[in-house]
Structures are given as structure tokens and as C-alpha cells.
């Protein structure tokens, strides 16, 4: 019989120590958790990979409306549904705070684990940084002062403090705005999708555009547009029975995404001549007014505040509970797991994501994007040998949802989208391999200095990481 996995077994140890041994921050002095239902909890995947269109005007400008619609519809097949998968099976099976770093750690130990933790952490808020970004490009087509200068940094700390603030105050009320928000601002690309029927040109769609194709441009949109699958497995501790919820809620969340994004795409391409230097974030807007009108247009710049308000906080969510979940695992010091009493909230783990973003939002948007590939390609990377390698290493754990194929065709499934991962590492430009070095030897640094403070007794760890690191030296 297989040995039971070391975070299942110390997670639930942490669990009984802290709300029967005396530990010094059990759960009693906070409000209890509400536990994620499915509704929220598919829209909350849909803010972690989409949001809507929005953004997605580049791969058109990139490379045209063919590349971009064949991008947008082949894509899913060789990366998100894969990547859904994995999440589908590890998720529920490992069903804690921290996702992807159990996984990682199950696998090949807690330095990896912890690595995994670092790349995944810098690529959430990194991107994190992205939205107030594209929010202001979008606010900026009706308010010009907010083009650049101070009216455009001081717009982007206030809106990026107020919408942190929100997340602190609850994952069900974050997840259940997340409903709201989705639903108001798919409508607008809705109604400018049936509006169009009568003017789209089916042979629009077969432009090829400029000669001179942006391939960094283009692969690193699509793949920005489409990833995250796994981030909010870093909120299956707080999913209500995520063994059921996790499969049924990336399903829906995945038809809703890949919906969301190819019906504008063909509407837009297909009802307007192509001005391809024109298609740049924030270009739909301009459609929807050409199309059906300035109210439409309004609109959709008032559903694009409104998107990215909840790509912020579902990704500002997964940042924070995964941080929570390595405390927990005793990967980084204590404070970074305590939850607020009010709203019981993991508040230091939110303030640190927040303020790093912030430090983030002085780059450009291309360059977030490029940045938040290339380190969340190293963690893909790891994850994929981390899902084989837990197939191998455990193959009898009880598996609520299991990828019905056997090893040899995981191998593949693993392949192509891990083929891809290295190409956008490679078209990557310099300052995305210095920031991406930099990082990655951040987090190495951190992971030695973090286990000399542990074993110094320095500053206080979760005792859960000490039995983790002896259940490894064991097995």
C-alpha cells in the first residue's frame, strides 16, 4: 500500500493542533470560514483566466484575424484543457491552501516546493499589477488626463488599495461579486456580437493581416488570455466538498471562457474592415461604439472597469491563500498565515501581495505579461513532472477525480503544452530573463535563509513544516 502523502497527513495534524492542543492562533478568536459554493467558485476560475475579452485585442494587431481566431480556438485544446485537468485531479486530492506548492513538495521535496511557491507567487502578483494597468488604458479612451503622468499613477494606487480592501473583507463576498461582475460585463460584448450578425463578412476572417508578423506579441497574448487554470487551487481549503465542486466548476468555467472569448473575436474581425494598428488594448470599445453606437461603447469601457475589478480579486485571492497555505506548510514564517478576526481573512498575506503589485505597476503592459509567462512557464514546468511524478509515486491514493488515461498518454498530454511553455521562454526580451533570473535566485535565497531562521528558532514557523521536512527525510 502506498504511504499516505505528507501534506494530507500534517495538514490535518495542523488542523487538530491548532483547535485542540492550545495553539497559539486557533480559529475560535475569528468568524468562521463561509465555504466557496460552485457558482462563485466557477466565476472566480473565469477572473483567474479571463475576465472577458478584454486584452485580447493584441493578437489581432499581432498577427491578424486568422492567426488570431485560429490562436483562440486551438489553444484551449493544447493547453487549457490539459492544464484543467491536472488542476481537476491534484486539487482533489490534495484539497489544502497552497495548491500547487503541495503538490510540488509531495513530489520532489520542499525545496522544490518552495520554488514552485516563489515562481507562482511573483508570476499572481506580477499579473496582479496588469489590471489597474488595463483599467486605465480602458478609462483613459474617455479621460485623457489619465494618460499618463501623476493623474495616471495616483488613479492606479487608489484603485489598486480600494479593490485589495475588498478582498480582505471576504472570499464569499469576493466570490459572489465575482458572479455579479462577470455577468455585467459579458453583456455588452453579447449585445454587440447579435448587433453585428447583419454586417459580418465571413471572408474578414480569413485575413492573414500585416506581412510583417508580432510573434512575441501574439503567442504571449494568447497565453496570458488563457492560463491560470491552476491558481485557485490555492483556495481548496476553503471550497465547500471540493472533491465534487473542483471538477464541476472548471467545466463550466472552462465553456465560459473559451465562449467569451472566440464570439466577440468573430463578430468584431467579422463585422469591420481590418485597420490592424488600431487593434490594441482597449480597441473594443471603439468597435462597440462603430458597430451599435456610443451607449454601447460606454458600456463596455464601464464592463471593462468592472472585469478587471474581478480579475483583481480573484487573482489577489489566490495570491494570498497561497501564501496562507505555505505558512501553514511551514515554508515561510507564521504572520504570513494569520486571518483577520473580523473577516477572517488572510490579511498579511493580502497587504504583501498588494504592495508588491503596486511596486510592479510602473511597467508597461506588454512587459507584465512577458514577465508573468516566462516565470509562471517555469512553475507549469514543474507542475506537469510534479502531476507524473505523484502518479508514480502514489498509484493506489484515492483520487476523487482521476484524468481517465493511463501514464504513457499523460506523458503526451504533458508534452505538447510543455513544448509550447519553452517556446514562449524563448521569444522572451532581456529584461524579461534578467527580472525572471532575478527572481527565481530571490526565491532560491529565500527558501536557505527562511530554513537557517527555522532551524535557529528566529522567527516562528508553523510546526507543520518541520514534520513535512522529517516525513521527506523518511521516505
Known amino acids: 500500500m502506498d504511504p499516505t502523502p505528507s501534506s494530507q497527513q500534517h495538514l490535518l495534524l495542523h488542523h487538530h493542533s491548532a483547535t485542540e492542543a492550545g495553539d497559539p492562533t486557533p480559529t475560535p478568536k475569528t468568524k468562521s470560514t463561509k465555504k466557496l459554493a460552485l457558482l462563485p467558485l466557477v466565476f472566480l476560475i473565469?477572473?483567474?483566466?479571463?475576465?472577458?475579452?478584454?486584452?485580447?485585442?493584441s493578437a489581432v494587431g499581432a498577427a491578424g484575424?486568422?492567426?488570431?481566431?485560429?490562436?483562440?480556438?486551438?489553444?484551449?485544446?493544447?493547453?487549457?484543457?490539459?492544464?484543467?485537468?491536472?488542476?481537476?485531479?491534484?486539487?482533489?486530492?490534495?484539497?489544502?491552501?497552497?495548491?500547487?506548492?503541495?503538490?510540488?513538495n509531495e513530489a520532489f521535496g520542499p525545496f522544490w516546493g518552495s520554488l514552485m511557491g516563489y515562481w507562482k507567487f511573483f508570476s499572481g502578483v506580477i499579473n496582479l499589477a496588469s489590471y489597474p494597468v488595463l483599467c486605465?488604458?480602458?478609462?483613459?479612451?474617455?479621460?485623457?488626463?489619465?494618460?499618463?503622468?501623476l493623474p495616471r499613477y495616483v488613479s492606479i494606487i487608489l484603485s489598486t488599495s480600494l479593490l485589495s480592501f475588498l478582498n480582505y473583507s471576504g472570499l464569499a463576498i469576493v466570490g459572489y461579486s465575482a458572479v455579479v461582475l462577470g455577468v455585467v460585463s459579458l453583456l455588452p460584448f453579447l449585445l454587440m456580437s447579435l448587433i453585428s450578425l447583419p454586417k459580418i463578412d465571413p471572408?474578414?476572417?480569413?485575413?492573414?493581416?500585416?506581412?510583417?508578423k508580432n510573434?512575441?506579441?501574439?503567442?504571449?497574448?494568447?497565453?496570458?488570455?488563457?492560463?491560470?487554470?491552476?491558481?485557485?487551487?490555492?483556495?481548496?481549503?476553503?471550497?465547500?466538498?471540493p472533491h465534487k465542486t473542483f471538477p464541476k466548476a472548471l467545466l463550466?468555467?472552462?465553456?465560459?471562457?473559451?465562449?467569451?472569448?472566440?464570439?466577440?473575436?468573430?463578430?468584431?474581425?467579422?463585422a469591420m474592415p481590418l485597420e490592424q494598428q488600431n487593434w490594441t488594448s482597449g480597441?473594443?470599445?471603439?468597435?462597440?461604439?462603430?458597430?451599435?453606437?456610443?451607449?454601447?461603447?460606454?458600456?463596455?469601457?464601464?464592463?471593462?472597469?468592472?472585469?478587471?475589478?474581478?480579475?483583481?480579486?480573484?487573482?489577489?485571492?489566490?495570491?494570498?491563500?497561497?501564501?496562507?497555505?505555505?505558512?501553514?506548510?511551514?515554508?515561510?514564517?507564521?504572520?504570513?498565515?494569520?486571518?483577520?478576526?473580523?473577516?477572517?481573512?488572510?490579511?498579511?498575506?493580502?497587504?504583501?501581495?498588494?504592495?508588491?503589485?503596486?511596486?510592479?505597476?510602473?511597467?508597461?503592459?506588454?512587459e507584465i505579461i512577458s514577465t508573468v509567462n516566462f516565470l509562471y512557464s517555469l512553475g507549469m514546468l514543474l507542475e506537469f513532472a510534479s502531476f507524473l511524478r505523484l502518479r508514480k509515486k502514489f498509484p493506489t491514493l484515492k483520487r476523487p477525480f482521476e484524468v481517465p488515461i493511463g501514464f504513457f498518454g499523460l506523458i503526451l498530454m504533458c508534452l505538447v503544452p510543455s513544448v509550447l511553455l519553452v517556446y514562449v521562454m524563448t521569444v522572451a526580451t532581456k529584461i524579461v530573463y534578467v527580472a525572471s533570473a532575478f527572481l527565481t535566485s530571490l526565491g532560491i535565497a529565500l527558501y536557505y535563509l527562511l530554513n537557517l531562521c527555522k532551524s535557529k528558532k528566529w522567527i516562528e514557523f508553523s510546526g507543520v513544516g518541520d514534520k513535512l521536512d522529517e516525513e521527506h527525510d523518511v521516505i
Not at 136 to 149: E, H, Q, T, W
Not at 252 to 270: D, E, F, K, N, V
Open 203 to 212: 471572408s474578414r476572417w480569413l485575413n492573414l493581416g500585416q506581412e510583417k
Open 283 to 366: 480597441y473594443f470599445a471603439d468597435v462597440a461604439g462603430i458597430i451599435a453606437g456610443k451607449w454601447l461603447k460606454y458600456w463596455m469601457e464601464i464592463g471593462a472597469v468592472l472585469s478587471i475589478i474581478g480579475l483583481f480579486e480573484a487573482q489577489l485571492s489566490s495570491a494570498a491563500y497561497q501564501l496562507l497555505g505555505m505558512a501553514d506548510l511551514g515554508f515561510i514564517p507564521r504572520i504570513f498565515g494569520e486571518r483577520s478576526r473580523w473577516f477572517n481573512t488572510p490579511w498579511m498575506a493580502i497587504l504583501i501581495s498588494t504592495v508588491i503589485a503596486l511596486g510592479m505597476s510602473f511597467l508597461t503592459f506588454t
Open 136 to 149: 486605465i488604458d480602458y478609462l483613459k479612451l474617455v479621460i485623457p488626463a489619465l494618460s499618463s503622468g
Open 215 to 241: 510573434w512575441t506579441l501574439y503567442f504571449n497574448t494568447i497565453f496570458w488570455n488563457l492560463n491560470f487554470w491552476d491558481s485557485a487551487s490555492t483556495l481548496a481549503g476553503e471550497v465547500d466538498q
Open 46 to 57: 473565469y477572473f483567474e483566466v479571463a475576465g472577458g475579452p478584454y486584452g485580447e485585442e
Open 65 to 104: 484575424p486568422f492567426f488570431s481566431i485560429l490562436g483562440f480556438v486551438i489553444f484551449p485544446f493544447i493547453w487549457s484543457i490539459p492544464e484543467a485537468l491536472l488542476t481537476a485531479e491534484l486539487a482533489t486530492t490534495f484539497p489544502g491552501n497552497g495548491g500547487f506548492v503541495i503538490w510540488a
Open 252 to 270: 463550466s468555467a472552462g465553456l465560459l471562457t473559451c465562449l467569451g472569448y472566440i464570439i466577440p473575436l468573430l463578430a468584431a474581425t467579422g
